[in-house]
């Protein structure tokens, strides 16, 4: 069975204050990891995919690296808009998404 | 191009009645997938439909259900409903619901049980 655990659950930052959220997995031939941001009420917006181990994605403060056992949401100088939940999910064959819980990100100004 | 829609946003139904709720996905997307989000179990893959049919299926019990229809919106039902049904049900689409597609997800209908 496909899993996925999400580290911190919670995490409070200052503004500029730079680090990282894990997402360890555990699956049967990996197809892709997917990260995820969501804002309260809303739906998860897209934000990378990764493929294979060693690959690594940008995005303006955000940046994506996995290997064959995790990957890293590395968020640098973060902003209060920053603050949502991230999530990460895995997809081993066909559509279905395995997603871990999630890690709550507070930036304060 | 317009993202996902979902409808109703909010519902408040009591135990034993059912509920429908629709998605509208991307167009040109064919494959809709319906999610359960909730604090205790997170997002949890419910079941997938591509050309009108089921083509894959998560760990619920048979009174969640759902169909799509030729222009690839789908619905999805649930049947004498529980306290435990309240959550946030996700839908997202993709184009063919491939391995390795990205999958963009609706706003969610926010469901109460009472």
């Known amino acids: 069975e496909d899993q996925v655990t999400q580290s911190p659950e919670a995490l409070r930052l200052q503004e500029g204050e730079s680090s990282s959220l894990n997402c360890s997995y555990t699956?049967?031939?990996?197809?892709?990891l997917f990260w995820y941001r969501q804002d309260p009420g809303k739906g998860p917006e897209f934000l990378f995919t990764l493929y294979s181990a060693g690959e690594e994605k940008e995005k303006e403060r955000l940046k994506a690296t996995l290997t064959k056992k995790e990957s890293f949401l590395h968020i640098t100088a973060p902003k209060p808009e920053d603050s949502a939940t991230y999530l990460c999910a895995v997809q081993a064959g066909g559509s279905r998404l395995t997603f871990g819980e999630g890690t709550q990100l507070t930036v304060n100004p | 191009k317009a993202g996902v829609t979902q409808t109703p946003r909010y519902l408040i139904k009591t135990r034993g009645q059912q509920v429908t709720l629709s998605c509208s996905p991307i167009s040109g997307h064919r494959s809709v997938s319906w999610y359960q989000q909730t604090p205790g179990q997170g997002l949890q893959f419910l079941f997938e439909y591509f050309s009108e049919t089921q083509r894959n299926k998560g760990n619920f019990p048979g009174r969640f259900s759902g169909r799509q229809f030729s222009n690839s919106r789908s619905e999805m039902n649930v049947s004498t409903l529980e306290l435990g049904d309240s959550a946030l049900y996700l839908c997202?689409?993709?184009?063919?619901?491939?391995?390795?597609?990205?999958?963009?997800f609706g706003p969610g209908t926010r469901l109460l049980v009472l």
């Open positions: 997202a689409s993709s184009s063919t619901g491939g391995s390795q597609e990205t999958q963009y």
């Open positions: 699956v049967s031939g990996l197809r892709g």
